[in-house]
């Protein structure tokens, strides 16, 4: 069973950069027809999708999101990406890795991580 | 339309029978996608597609649709099902997903 798992630390201060990494358990990355995807959610708020990525490293991101996140794939380590530069106090949230899905016209995410606490904070 | 639109609060008695709607352009050219969240619990996947319930989900939550307008149904709720429910889907101006604002479920 496919299982995904963040990991990262749980606070960065101000202007600093945020790296998390999600690490695939219980299937391989190799396959040409999975997605990957970071989603937050800030405390109390409700889910944002952040970005995707494909097994060729295509990416695509929330426009709101103003280009701020860079996801990357390696999938020798069984393992995907999520940088974000110059973290601000509105970035504290709850990171999520999931997997995306899309079936015809149903996007889904059909897996998720158990999510991160990520706090801004000097 | 980049938007998904979600009753805040919702309430239902126990056993009684809930729907929880979710509106958005987007809707009329995409399926919805339902996620069950507990506090402090990562999404749950209940309902994806027309009314498709992954496995391990009660057969209590169903799916429908007309239009711009999703419903996820609960048929005799348990106390078990108060929690946070989400409504995501492809958004129509661009390659790129949504998610609704989320409906809190109390279960009376």
């Known amino acids: 069973q496919l299982q995904l798992q963040e990991s990262g630390p749980g606070r960065v201060k101000p202007s600093e950069t945020l790296s998390l990494t999600c690490i695939v358990s219980g299937g391989s990355m190799s396959s040409r027809g999975y997605y990957w995807g970071w989603l937050r959610q800030p405390p109390g708020k409700g889910l944002e999708w952040i970005g995707n990525?494909?097994?060729?490293?295509?990416?695509n991101y929330n426009p709101s999101l103003k280009n701020r996140f860079t996801i990357s794939l390696d999938t020798s380590k069984n393992q995907f990406s999520l940088r974000l530069a110059s973290v601000i106090a509105a970035d504290t949230a709850v990171y999520y890795c999931?997997?995306?899905?899309?079936?015809?016209?149903?996007?889904?995410?059909?897996?998720w991580g158990q999510g991160l606490l990520v706090t801004v904070s000097s | 339309s980049s938007e998904l639109t979600q009753d805040p609060t919702v309430s239902v008695a126990l056993g009684q029978t809930v729907r929880i709607t979710c509106q958005g352009d987007?809707?009329?050219?995409?399926?919805a996608t339902w996620y069950q969240q507990k506090p402090g619990q990562a999404p749950l996947l209940v309902i994806y597609g027309k009314t498709n319930r992954p496995s391990g989900i009660p057969d209590r939550f169903s799916g429908s649709g007309s239009g711009d307008t999703a419903s996820l149904t609960i048929t005799g709720a348990q106390a078990e099902d108060e929690a946070d429910y989400y409504c995501n889907s492809r958004g129509t101006d661009g390659d790129f997903w949504i998610f609704g604002g989320g409906t809190k479920l109390t279960v009376l």
């Open positions: 990525i494909d097994y060729y490293g295509t990416t």
């Open positions: 987007s809707l009329r050219k995409y399926f």
């Open positions: 999931a997997r995306p899905r899309i079936s015809g016209t149903t996007y889904y995410f059909d897996t």
